[in-house]
Nanobody, 126 residues
Framework: QVRLEESGGGSVQAGGSLRLSCAVS????????MAWFRQVDGKERKGVAA????????YYADSVKGRFTISQDNIKYTVYLQMNNLKPEDTGAYYC???????????????????WGQGTQVTVSS
């Protein structure tokens, strides 16, 4: 099983920036898909950004395009989410997720993730 641990959350004013980190215990495949999800008030988690380990293909939710950047450092076993120009609607608990088969990235959706971290809270005030 892959363990994921998020860090980097906090409180920031609108327009500010944060960088989230996800430490990955190990990769079981070389074609995995890593992603960040956001959950608000216990509602359904929604995908924010994803990255395919093979080739570095990335995709984003429309609401964060141009503001968020997902990246992956395979030497450090860490996935990052750089969040710029934050808005109050970006507030929520952010979760790192892992899909060992990479299907989620290949299909360009946010389904198929089986490993999750505990989450880190991001609060953006206006």
């Amino acid at each position: 099983q892959v363990r994921l641990e998020e860090s980097g959350g906090g409180s920031v004013q609108a327009g500010g920036s944060l960088r989230l980190s996800c430490a990955v215990s190990r990769y079981t495949t070389t074609n995995n898909c890593m992603a960040w999800f956001r959950q608000v008030d216990g509602k359904e988690r929604k995908g924010v950004a994803a990255i395919y380990n093979r080739g570095g293909l990335t995709y984003y939710a429309d609401s964060v395009k141009g503001r968020f950047t997902i990246s992956q450092d395979n030497i450090k076993y860490t996935v990052y989410l750089q969040m710029n120009n934050l808005k109050p609607e970006d507030t929520g608990a952010y979760y790192c997720a892992h899909d060992p088969g990479g299907t989620s990235c290949i299909l360009g959706n946010f389904a198929g993730f089986g490993d999750w971290g505990q989450g880190t809270q991001v609060t953006v005030s206006s």
